[in-house]
């Protein structure tokens, strides 16, 4: 069972099929090496989604007056968002500046620790920029990372590393709202981490208010309630790898997770939803979850000898943001509002673009842009030059979600030397005209997945090209080439 067919039926939807690759403009560009004919066509690859889906795609400030349940869904919610680099580049201010339309908090990781039997922990502070930070308006959230079995941590050392980096980022210049605890707690060891927020907490400035995450298995322990009495606010992270066949999230799974902890909650909360993927390897000891950081993993199981399934999973957009839709229905008051995880920055390989994460954070429309660019890499700069020209063709997507890519692209070409095909695609010349076709067997290969992946709701697809993705399908050697119906001399 594919992705759409996984949530068919809570997001009906009808797809347009294309056989034919067509468009009506052309608009030609240059760069500093190449001269490109960049043939600009929309592959109207869009669902046409029911009305289910299409309500989650409207934007939030529409008229909402005609029910009782649309004027609760008008609540204000807080929009935040996860820094979550270990090492800062360039990319993190434009990032930091693009986000601000959307997203009206930052939670930035500061500072890491690994505990050790030894109690020699490591930790690592991240360098921050401290002066893009403060040229940020939006209230920030120091976060501390505490890998491990918190009982196996230095308790004091833990201290007085919390103390000290607030007392650098206020020496610095830089205003905190608060910090966040994110410890994955065993539930049995909850009442020694609640021990640990008591002490951090009675140490902590009062101007700060002191969050931690919460594991959704700590919901049905009786260690959890307690927590409130020592913290200002509770995040309650409802995505992770548990199964691969559930995907990085399970909407109705989170929906009971979110109910249940309003009836247990004393604090305000927030809900912490991804905007990531991750790789899988499945192994006779478990899963492996590998994200932007490439795992060495072997080619087979060392126990049984077996080849390594690995699967590359994706939060669905479509899906968090019909779940953003109904977390904005929820009438408990305790409910702040979510924390996306995480911030993208350029070159990132695992996580929505920007534009994907704001169009969903902001209830806007979600369709893809697949078009295609044909670019002249050998432009005829003089009258004696030869008179072909090698064209290299590029399928980009401009729009903010994934799209499939074309099944058939019909190019008109004139005397054409040589040709080929890449990444799945194949290339005939017929009568004049250069056809890239998708096969039969890799444009329907979702349901001919094995079975231990094909029930994953967050499966990522060979034949789709993610929003800002690029694919290079192919190269011809010709006097012109340009899509049937527009000349490109």
């Known amino acids: 069972m594919d992705l759409r067919s996984r949530y068919s039926s809570l997001f009906p939807s009808r797809r347009t099929q294309f056989k034919h690759f067509e468009a009506k403009d052309f608009e030609p560009r240059r760069s500093k090496s190449l001269q490109a004919i960049h043939s600009t066509f929309s592959l109207l690859l869009a669902l046409s989604f029911g009305s289910v889906s299409l309500g989650a795609c409207q934007p939030a400030n529409q008229d909402t007056s005609s029910s009782k349940a649309d004027t609760v869904a008008q609540r204000k919610l807080s929009q935040e968002v996860y820094v979550w680099q270990r090492q800062w580049r360039d990319a993190n201010q434009s990032a930091l500046v693009e986000s601000q339309s959307a997203f009206n908090g930052v939670r930035i990781l500061a500072l890491q620790a690994h505990p050790k039997p030894n109690g020699a922990d490591i930790w690592f502070e991240v360098r921050v920029n401290h002066e893009w930070l403060q040229a940020d308006p939006r209230p920030k959230v120091a976060v501390i990372r505490l890998d491990g079995q918190l009982t196996r941590l230095n308790n004091r050392e833990a201290l007085q590393k919390i103390l000290a980096l607030i007392q650098d980022w206020q020496a610095k210049g830089t205003k905190l709202a608060g910090i966040e605890i994110d410890h994955d707690s065993a539930s049995s060891k909850l009442a020694a981490y609640n021990a640990f927020l008591r002490e951090l907490k009675s ?6 208010k002191l969050s931690i995450t919460s594991l959704p298995a700590w919901l049905s322990s009786p260690a959890f309630p307690p927590l409130f009495d020592n913290i200002d606010e509770l995040v309650l992270q409802i995505h992770s790898v548990s199964d691969p066949r559930l995907g990085l999230f399970d909407a109705t799974q989170g929906w009971q997770w979110v109910e249940q902890l309003s009836q247990l909650a004393k604090v305000p909360y927030l809900i912490a939803l991804p905007s990531y993927g991750s790789a899988v390897y499945s192994t006779a000891s478990g899963y492996r979850v590998e994200s932007e950081v490439p795992m060495r993993m072997p080619l087979a199981d060392t126990v049984t000898s077996q080849h390594l399934a690995r699967q590359e999973l994706m939060a669905d957009p ?18 702040k509002g979510m924390i996306w995880f995480r911030l993208p920055l350029e070159g990132d390989k695992r996580v929505w673009p920007l534009s994907t994460l704001i169009a969903v954070a902001k209830q806007q429309a979600l369709a893809p842009q ?120």
């Not at 140490?203 to 700060?208: A, K, S, V």
């Open 370 to 489: 697949i078009e295609l660019e044909i670019l002249n890499t050998e432009p005829r700069l003089a009258p004696e030059a030869p008179k072909t020209s090698l064209f290299q063709l590029v399928l980009v997507n401009k729009g903010n979600i994934a799209g499939e890519l074309p099944g058939q692209l019909s190019l008109a070409a004139q005397a054409c030397s040589g040709y080929d095909a890449q990444n799945g695609y194949q290339a005939k010349l017929t009568q004049g005209t250069l056809v890239w076709q998708l096969p039969q067997a890799t444009s329907t290969e979702r349901t001919a997945e094995p079975a231990s992946s094909q029930f994953a709701p967050n499966l990522i697809s060979a034949v789709e090209l993610s929003p800002n993705g690029r694919r290079v399908i192919g190269w011809a050697r010709c006097e012109s080439l340009y899509l049937q119906g527009i000349y490109a001399p």
């Open 318 to 335: 479509q899906v968090l943001q019909s779940f953003v839709k109904k977390l904005h229905t929820f009438t408990d008051p305790k409910l």
């Open 203 to 208: 140490q902590l400035p009062h101007t700060l």
